[in-house]
């Protein structure tokens, strides 16, 4: 079945610096693949998605970048803001089908001011 | 519209009881999914329902678990029998599927269950 490996598992970065986590996949009929922030306590909430075929996806401070070949996505966020830390989740899924999705075990951001 | 709801937010039970959760989707979603989450974990695929079908189940789902969708509109997973292990955040999410791809999907509160 579908394997989704995310890295770094924590992540600390100064206010106004660049956060940039990793995912690999596993199975190549993969062609949708969402980012959720998860705040303590709180819903994963989406923040970006990209479809398999487009290669790079960017809103306002966040962008995400696919390579099929390589079976790898990530997330890129700019001028980091104390408020975007979180766990970030990435994940997979085979649209047409059942559409679940497949999650990393997920990355601590913290933005120190 | 308020987003996917999720009742109760909190459970605690004494192991080997009975607990049923409720999830009211997004109005207009006809797909509904029921994740796991444990602590420091992504979340994990249980079942999922197209309108009041339930069409695929993981192997997480032990035959304690049942979920129904009845009218295709909310959805309830009980668990019977409840274990230790059975402790985590369960976690719905709505999408409206069109064609060959859905919508993104959107993910409740979660319940929180405690097993004592």
């Known amino acids: 079945g579908e394997n989704v490996e995310q890295h770094p598992s924590t992540l600390s970065v100064q206010e106004g610096d660049s956060a940039v986590i990793k995912c690999t996949y596993s199975d190549s009929a993969s062609n949708y693949f969402p980012w959720y922030k998860q705040e303590l306590g709180k819903r994963p909430q989406l923040i970006i998605d990209i479809r398999s075929n487009v290669g790079e996806k960017k809103d306002q401070r966040i962008a995400v970048t696919l390579n099929k070949t390589a079976k790898h996505f990530s997330l890129h966020i700019t001028e980091t803001q104390p408020e975007d830390s979180a766990v970030y989740f990435c994940a997979a899924s085979l649209q047409g089908g059942s559409e679940k999705l497949v999650f990393g075990k997920g990355t601590k951001l913290t933005v120190n001011p | 519209d308020t987003g996917v709801s999720q009742n109760p937010r909190h459970k605690i039970t004494k192991r080997g009881q009975n607990v049923t959760f409720r999830c009211d989707p997004i109005?207009?979603?006809?797909?509904l999914y029921w994740y796991r989450q444990t602590l420091g974990q992504g979340p994990e695929f249980l079942t999922y329902?197209?309108?009041?079908?339930?069409?695929?189940k993981s192997r997480l789902l032990s035959d304690r678990f049942s979920a129904e969708r009845p009218k295709g509109s909310f959805s309830t997973l009980e668990i019977q029998r409840t274990e230790q292990g059975d402790s985590a955040m369960y976690l719905c999410a709505s999408s409206y599927e069109v064609d060959r791809g859905s919508q993104p999907q959107h993910f409740g509160d979660g319940t929180r269950l405690s097993i004592l």
């Open positions: 329902f197209q309108n009041e079908a339930q069409l695929e």
């Open positions: 109005s207009e979603h006809n797909r």
